[in-house]
C-alpha cells in the first residue's frame, strides 16, 4: 500500500493513554496530530481546524461519539471518520457506517492495524 | 422506534441506540454497568426506570451463565486444534494464495475476540485459557504469514514491467520492531478502578535504571495504582515483583504505565497505573482470589457499619 502524505488527524478518546499513543504512531508516519477529549471538544475542532481525518470513539463524557458522527459530516464534509470502539456489534457498526463513518476498528487495537486503517482512509 | 441514551459510572455516554443494538452489546459483554439512561439525551434516570429495558439488563442465573461459559471453552477448543492443521488462508477465511496485508486484515478482525482484555473477568479459568489459547494460535499463524509476500500475487501472466513487480511494496523510512502479536501489543480497552481495593504490598520495580521499591496503594485484578514521587511516560514497560504478606514466593509480572498522576490529591497521591500485560495463570487466581477476598472484606464491613447504625 503506498504511502499517504501527511495529513491532519484529529484524535477524538476519553482516555488520555489512548491519545497519547495514537499520537505517537500518527506522528511517526509524518502526520500532524490534534487532540479532542469528548464530543464537544470534538465538534469545536473539527469546526475549526477542519482535519482530513477523524478517529473517534464512540463511548465518552457529555456527548456520544455515535451522536456527533452527523455533526462532524455536517461542519467538514470532506473530514474522513474512523470509529475505535470495542462497541462492536454489527448493529452499532452499521448505526456508525450509515451515520457516515468510513470505518471501524475494534479495541483493542495494533499498531500496524492503526497505520494500515489510517493509510487507506486518507488514500480512498 | 424508541431510542435511549445510556451512561456508564464515569458519565461515558453512548446514543442514540434502539433497544436492539442494547439487547445486543449486553448479550455481547461490551458494556460496562450502566448508571443512567435517557430517552433524549438530555434529561437521565435511574437504569431500573425503563419498564422495556428491564429484561435487557436482568443478569443471567450464575449456573446457566456457568453452564454456557464451559461448553464455550469445549467449543474454543475444538476450533483451536482444528485451527492448528489448517492452511492459513483457511484459519483465516481468505482466498488461498493471499499475501501478507490481506492476511493480516483479516487477522486484527478475527483475533480480538480472544483478547485477554475481552474475557470477562469472572470467566471460569478453562474459558479463560481457551481464550489465551486460541490467541495464541492466531497469533503464530499470524507470524507465519508474516513470511509470505506483501501483496497478493495478481492472477494473469506477467507481463508486466520488472519495475511493477510486488517486491516494490514502500516501506515506512522509520525502522519499527516487528510485531509479535502478542496480548501486549493490543491497546484500547482499560478496566481501570472497576475492582481496585486498597493493599499494602511490597513492589520492586527493576528495569527503569534503576531499582525502586513501592508499597502498593492499591490493586485491581487487571492491575495496580503505585504511589511514587516519580510519574513515569505513559507506555513504559515493567517488570514487577510484588511481595504479599503471608506468601513466601513473589510475584513477578510485567506491566505497561496506563495513567498517571501527576499532583497529589487527598484520595490519590502522586503516582501512576499499571496494567498487567502479563502474570502466570497461578498468579493471577492469586491476585484474582486477594481482590475478592479484599472486596468481600470490604462488603462485610459496611453491611456491619450499616446494621451498627441502624440498631442505634
Do not use: C
Amino acid at each position: 500500500m503506498a504511502t499517504a502524505p501527511s495529513a491532519s488527524i484529529l484524535v477524538v478518546d476519553d482516555d488520555r493513554f489512548i491519545r497519547e499513543l495514537l499520537r505517537r504512531y500518527l506522528s511517526a508516519q509524518g502526520h500532524s496530530v490534534l487532540e479532542a477529549s469528548d464530543g464537544d471538544q470534538a465538534l469545536a475542532t473539527v469546526t475549526s481546524h477542519k482535519p482530513t481525518l477523524v478517529l473517534l470513539d464512540l463511548f465518552m463524557p457529555h456527548r456520544s461519539g455515535l451522536e456527533i458522527i452527523p455533526e462532524i459530516k455536517r461542519a467538514s464534509p470532506e473530514t474522513r471518520i474512523l470509529v475505535l470502539s470495542s462497541l462492536d456489534t454489527a448493529t452499532l457498526v452499521d448505526q456508525a457506517m450509515q451515520n457516515g463513518a468510513s470505518g471501524f476498528i475494534s479495541k483493542p487495537f495494533h499498531r500496524l492495524e492503526i497505520i494500515e486503517a489510517v493509510q487507506k482512509a486518507l488514500a480512498s | 422506534m424508541a431510542r435511549y441514551w445510556i451512561a456508564d459510572m464515569k458519565g461515558r455516554v453512548l446514543g442514540p441506540v434502539t433497544l436492539d443494538a442494547l439487547h445486543e452489546l449486553v448479550g455481547h459483554r461490551r458494556l460496562p454497568p450502566i448508571a443512567r439512561i435517557s430517552r433524549d439525551g438530555g434529561a437521565w434516570a435511574a437504569a431500573d426506570t425503563y419498564p422495556e429495558l428491564l429484561a435487557v439488563f436482568a443478569r443471567v442465573a450464575e449456573a446457566q451463565r456457568r453452564a454456557q461459559q464451559v461448553q464455550e471453552a469445549e467449543q474454543l477448543r475444538l476450533e483451536t486444534d482444528l485451527a492448528r492443521e489448517k492452511p492459513l488462508h483457511e484459519v483465516f477465511g481468505v482466498p488461498a494464495g493471499s499475501g501478507r496485508d490481506v492476511i493480516r486484515g483479516a487477522y486484527f478482525v478475527m483475533v480480538k475476540r480472544f483478547h485477554p482484555d475481552r474475557v470477562p473477568r469472572d470467566s471460569p479459568p478453562e474459558l479463560r485459557s481457551a481464550y489465551e489459547e486460541m490467541f495464541e494460535l492466531l497469533a503464530s499463524r499470524m507470524r507465519e504469514a508474516d513470511k509470505l509476500p506483501a501483496a497478493t500475487p495478481p492472477p494473469a501472466p506477467a507481463a508486466a514491467p520488472a519495475s511493477a513487480a510486488p517486491a516494490s511494496q514502500p516501506r515506512s523510512a522509520a525502522p519499527t520492531p516487528a510485531p509479535t502479536y502478542g496480548p501486549e501489543e493490543f491497546v484500547g480497552i482499560e478496566r481501570r478502578g472497576e475492582d481496585r481495593v486498597e493493599a499494602n504490598v511490597r513492589v520492586t520495580i527493576r528495569n527503569v535504571a534503576m531499582f525502586s521499591d513501592h508499597y502498593l496503594l492499591n490493586i485491581s485484578m487487571g492491575g495496580v495504582f503505585l504511589a511514587s514521587k516519580e510519574v513515569l511516560p505513559l507506555g513504559t514497560m515493567l517488570d514487577l515483583i510484588f511481595q504479599f504478606e503471608g506468601r513466601k514466593a513473589p510475584i513477578h509480572a510485567e506491566g505497561r504505565v496506563v495513567w498517571e498522576n501527576a499532583e497529589d490529591r487527598p484520595k490519590q497521591p502522586r503516582g501512576f497505573g499499571v496494567k498487567f500485560t502479563k502474570l502466570e495463570p497461578e498468579d493471577r487466581t492469586f491476585v484474582e482470589d486477594f481482590v475478592r477476598d479484599a472486596q468481600a472484606r470490604l462488603a462485610r464491613e459496611a453491611k456491619e457499619k450499616e446494621k451498627a447504625r441502624s440498631g442505634r
